[in-house]
């Protein structure tokens, strides 16, 4: 014991206070870049031309700058030019030995965007999104027209290479940015997709209405496929509605028009703007904005729309006497619809510095309040329209009530068209040979694989997180879960004594869920469910895992996709070799991939893998292997914790250590 204590200590002795380190200017940015862009990838860079996109739309958003500019040259170079108001490049009150342009790009939360009296509404608020820029390019240039003068600054890393110097006389005002990400932090590898940064820039066109964003791009930069012009001047008078218009293309709406439109909020705290459909086929989406940052994972000022929508439709329908009009749910107003949703707002709150997530409280009741006061004189307005609307969504609304109580569903065929349970997107293809059902984790995963299938043979059933654990619950439990009637039906193939294979709507049933403890939580709880209740489908080879990869590892051109740790060590080996950089990113969950990288990845028969769920290696189960299968599945989804915590202590000895 004395000698684990000597050993102990000795181990210890060197952590003391020069063991904690101070970092200071922009050295944390260099440190953990993850922190403020989420990661050293592709989509990282393009976080950095939002981080300077978003100055100038600030500007143009505030009234000041009337076009944008941006250009893309070799070598990762990108400019970002506005006629704005221009940096200020005065002395700085509080560092009197610098400018207060060297200030904003080398000095953390600083800016003009703390206070409202630069800026009634901006996109940046903690003064770190330009000075990040700065610390992780290799090489950075500011211009600043300002009071008839062009000065100029240069930068590298994050540090200036030199102080700030007039350059001449001009005519122009604003402010220009050139910069050229650091290859030291985001590999040699990475290069800027044209089509990314063209899109971004369009749909900053659309977010403010009015504004002119000149897009250029080199011409060696293109590919024939990119459908990216060398030269556009982005302008859409019409906003969101012309968004919108341009997202849905050819689909059918419920309404000839949509219900779109402009407002301030009250006591002058901002405005919002909003265009909405209802698309025939039921899928609907949202895309959110706040000072035209992108929000993907929604946040208060989208739970203000869908209240919005579910009140005014509601109050419409009891307006007009139509009492089934209260069955309408969240997602028939708010889950079917082609909605994009921009706020202006002061002084928003955001969940972290990428700002994906809305969290401003009052944002919910300004857009509930301005929305819903809109949508009823649109209602109001289109009488005929109005009631067609309300009657497609009633019987949207009582369809999914009656197949919370349906057990069987039969296919769909051309004579007799059936709505589908919950938030099932089916396949369109009429007969179940060669179809599949991916019951996918949460919402998001859902939208992803919506886009990621393929519509004739490939359904999606998103399934809000755990489903039931049926080996623990009652029958009245069983038979009351949602989540598991939708499957239910989804399927058509019954439960218990009423299961038939022989109705069973399609061939494959794939259990899609995210890489890591909760995803094989929620397979386990599904692949329960289909022994306790529907066993023929896995002794008919009927139930698939899908493998979704954990890690994407890239170097140039070639990219491989690696399923756990152990693969992703063995593509280091074997495919790249350990020569050169190899980017390696890693996927949170499925609701984090690109419907592309879905599709290829894990959804493409050419191209993914499944495992096939069995109940035993041999052709026929005998009466012990089936006792032991029983035995094992009561042992650990059972009522009886005691016996779960028995077969823990009984197998530890087999377990090993797993980063999934």
């Known amino acids: 014991m004395a000698d684990l204590l000597s050993a102990h200590k000795e181990k210890n002795a060197s952590y003391n206070a020069d063991s904690i380190e101070v970092l200071e200017g922009l050295e944390p940015v260099r440190r953990r870049p993850g922190m403020y862009i989420g990661g050293t990838d592709e989509t990282a860079m393009n976080h950095l031309v939002a981080e300077v996109l978003d100055n100038a739309m ?48 080398t000095v953390l939360h600083s800016g003009g965007k703390f206070s409202n009296k630069a800026y009634q509404t901006s996109g940046g608020l903690h003064g770190v999104g330009i000075s990040v820029v700065n610390a992780l390019s290799e090489e950075l240039a500011v211009e600043i027209a300002r009071d008839r003068t062009l000065y100029t600054q240069c930068y590298s890393r994050g540090v200036p290479l030199d102080k700030i110097k007039k350059a001449g006389s001009t005519n122009k005002r604003g402010t220009s940015v050139t910069f050229r990400p650091d290859t030291e932090i985001f590999g040699t590898k990475a290069q800027y997709k044209p089509f990314a940064l063209f899109r971004m820039a369009r749909s900053k066109a659309y977010l403010f209405r009015g504004i002119e964003i000149r897009w250029r791009c080199d011409p060696a930069l293109l590919k024939e496929d990119d459908k990216v012009p060398e030269q556009a001047t982005l302008c859409f008078p019409g906003g969101l509605c012309d968004f919108l218009s341009s997202t849905l293309e050819d689909r059918e709406t419920l309404t000839p028009q949509m219900f779109s439109g402009m407002a301030e909020l009250p006591d002058d705290q901002g405005r919002v703007e909003w265009a909405v459909a209802w698309p025939s086929d039921s899928e609907g989406f949202c895309h959110s904005f706040c000072n035209t940052v992108h929000t993907p994972q929604g946040g208060t ?24 009009a209260s069955a309408i749910t969240g997602d028939e107003a708010f889950g079917e619809a082609a909605i994009l949703l921009s706020l202006f707002i002061k002084n928003p709150q955001f969940q972290g510095q990428t700002k994906e997530k809305l969290a401003t409280t009052e944002a919910l009741r300004l857009v509930d309040q301005t929305v819903k006061d809109h949508l009823d004189h649109w ?19 009582e369809e999914r009530l009656r197949a919370a109580q349906a057990r069987v569903l039969e296919r769909k065929t051309a004579t007799r068209k059936l709505r589908l349970p919950g938030k099932l997107a089916d396949c369109s293809q009429g007969h179940a040979q060669n179809t599949e059902i991916f019951l996918v984790e949460g919402d998001s995963a859902g939208g992803s694989a919506k886009q990621a299938r393929r519509r004739e043979t490939q359904a999606i059933l998103p399934l809000r997180g755990k489903i039931l654990n049926v080996a623990s619950a009652s029958i009245d439990k069983l038979r009351a879960n949602q989540e598991l009637q939708d499957l239910t039906q989804a399927l058509g193939c019954g439960i218990g004594a009423s299961f038939d294979i022989n109705k069973l709507r399609y061939d494959r049933i794939i259990i899609m869920t995210d890489a890591d403890v909760d995803g094989a939580h929620i397979a386990s709880l599904l692949m329960t469910f289909f022994y306790r209740e529907m066993p023929g489908l896995i002794k008919g080879g009927r139930v698939y895992l899908a493998q979704p990869p954990l890690y994407k590892l890239s170097q140039g051109n070639v990219t491989h996709y690696a399923r ?15 020569t050169g950089k190899v980017d390696i990113s890693r996927f949170k969950g499925l609701g984090e991939m690109m419907p592309t990288q879905l599709r290829e990845t894990t959804m493409n028969p050419s191209s993914r893998s499944l ?17 032991e299968t029983e035995t094992l599945v009561e042992n650990l989804m059972g009522r009886k914790a005691d016996m779960r915590f028995q077969f823990i202590q009984e197998n530890a000895r087999f377990a090993r250590d797993v980063d999934i």
């Not at 009488?383 to 309300?390: D, G, H, I, P």
């Open 58 to 105: 600030d500007e143009a958003v505030a009234g000041y700058a009337s076009f944008i500019e941006v250009s893309l040259a070799p070598g990762n170079t990108v400019t970002v030019r506005d006629n704005g108001r221009g940096i200020p490049v005065d002395k700085h009150p509080k560092y009197p030995d610098k400018s207060a342009l060297e200030v904003i790009m």
């Open 611 to 627: 495992l096939r769920v069995v109940l035993s290696t041999s052709p026929e189960d005998s009466q012990e292997e089936i006792k």
């Open 379 to 397: 209602l109001v307005s289109d009488a005929v329209n109005s009631k067609t609307l309300l009657d497609q969504l009633i019987f949207r609304a």
């Open 301 to 324: 000022h989208e739970s203000g729309m869908r209240s919005a929508l579910l009140r005014g439709l509601r109050s419409y329908g009891e307006m007009i006497g139509n009492r089934r």
């Open 564 to 578: 756990d740790d152990a693969h992703k060590d063995h593509l280091l080996e074997t495919v790249f070799k350990k």
